[in-house]
C-alpha cells in the first residue's frame, strides 16, 4: 500500500547527542514536511521540501537540519542545539511541489509519528 | 499564529450528526478550509477541504459560508472512532509556501 513510514516510533536521546528521524513515502510525492507537535498543543512547521535538494525553514528550525537528496526520503536530525527536544514528531507530503498542483490544494498526508524523549 | 478559531471541547451521541464549528473572519480570497483529524498519538488524517463551494465526500460535509467567514464540519452519523481532535485550518496562499498553520482544534468525543 502507498503511505508515509515514520521510524523508529520510539526514540531515547541522551544529552549532547544528535538523534535521526526517519520518513519515507512511497507515493510519489514531490513536497514532504516536518511537524512537531507539544502535548496539548497543535502542529508547528520545522521544514519542509518542495522538491528534490531544496528545502526551507517552517517556524521553529533552530535545532533542527534535513536533507532531501531523494524524492522519497526526508530525514530530520534533532541536534544538540535543540533545548527542548522531547515532543512528537510528524512527517508528512503532498503531490504539490510543483506550482501547477499546489494551486490545485492538494491536501498533505501523515505518517503516524515519532515520539523523541530525553533520556 | 492559526488563523482560526473553535471551541476546545464538544460532545455528540453515538449515530447524531455533529456539526463541528469553525470562524475564520480574516481568510483571503485565495485560502482554503482544510479539515483534518487526529487520534490520539496518531498522524493526523485529511477529512475535506473546500474554497467558497459546500464540499461532501465519503467522510464528511463541508459547509461554507456565503462570506466565507465561518465553515462547519459535518459528520453525519458519529461512532465511537469518530471521537478525536478536529482541527479546521486555513491554508496559506503563495506568499507563505501554502503552509498548514494547526491550533489546538475542537476535541469532539462521541458518546453511546
Known amino acids: 500500500d502507498g503511505g508515509i513510514t515514520q521510524s523508529p516510533k520510539y526514540l531515547f536521546r541522551k544529552e549532547g547527542q544528535n538523534v535521526t528521524l526517519s520518513c519515507e513515502q512511497n507515493l510519489n510525492h514531490d513536497a514532504m514536511y516536518w511537524y512537531r507537535q507539544d502535548p496539548g498543543q497543535g502542529l508547528r512547521l520545522i521544514y519542509y521540501?518542495?522538491?528534490?535538494?531544496?528545502?526551507q525553514k517552517g517556524d521553529i528550525a533552530e535545532g533542527y537540519s534535513v536533507s532531501r537528496e531523494k524524492k522519497e526520503s526526508f530525514p530530520l536530525t534533532v541536534t544538540s542545539a535543540q533545548k527542548n527536544p522531547t515532543a512528537f514528531y510528524l512527517c508528512?507530503?503532498?503531490?504539490?511541489?510543483?506550482?501547477?498542483?499546489?494551486?490545485?490544494?492538494?491536501?498533505?498526508?501523515f505518517g503516524d509519528g515519532t515520539r523523541l524523549s530525553i533520556l | 499564529d492559526a488563523k482560526t478559531t473553535q471551541p476546545p471541547s464538544m460532545d455528540c451521541a453515538e449515530g447524531r450528526a455533529a456539526n463541528l464549528p469553525c470562524n475564520h473572519s480574516t481568510i483571503s480570497g485565495n485560502e482554503y478550509v482544510y479539515w483534518y483529524r487526529q487520534i490520539h498519538s496518531q498522524g493526523p488524517q485529511y477529512i475535506i477541504h473546500?474554497?467558497?463551494n459546500n464540499e461532501t465526500n465519503e467522510m464528511a460535509s463541508l459547509i461554507i459560508t456565503e462570506d466565507r467567514k465561518s465553515s462547519t464540519l459535518i459528520l453525519p452519523h458519529a461512532t465511537l472512532r469518530d471521537t478525536a481532535v478536529y482541527y479546521c485550518?486555513?491554508?496559506?496562499?503563495?506568499?507563505?509556501?501554502?503552509?498548514?498553520?494547526f491550533g489546538k482544534g475542537t476535541l469532539l468525543t462521541v458518546n453511546p
Open positions: 521540501s518542495q522538491i528534490v535538494n531544496d528545502f
Open positions: 473546500g474554497l467558497k
Open positions: 485550518i486555513v491554508r496559506g496562499g503563495w506568499d507563505s509556501n501554502y503552509k498548514l498553520t
Open positions: 508528512a507530503s503532498s503531490i504539490d511541489g510543483d506550482s501547477f498542483y499546489r494551486n490545485l490544494n492538494q491536501p498533505q498526508h
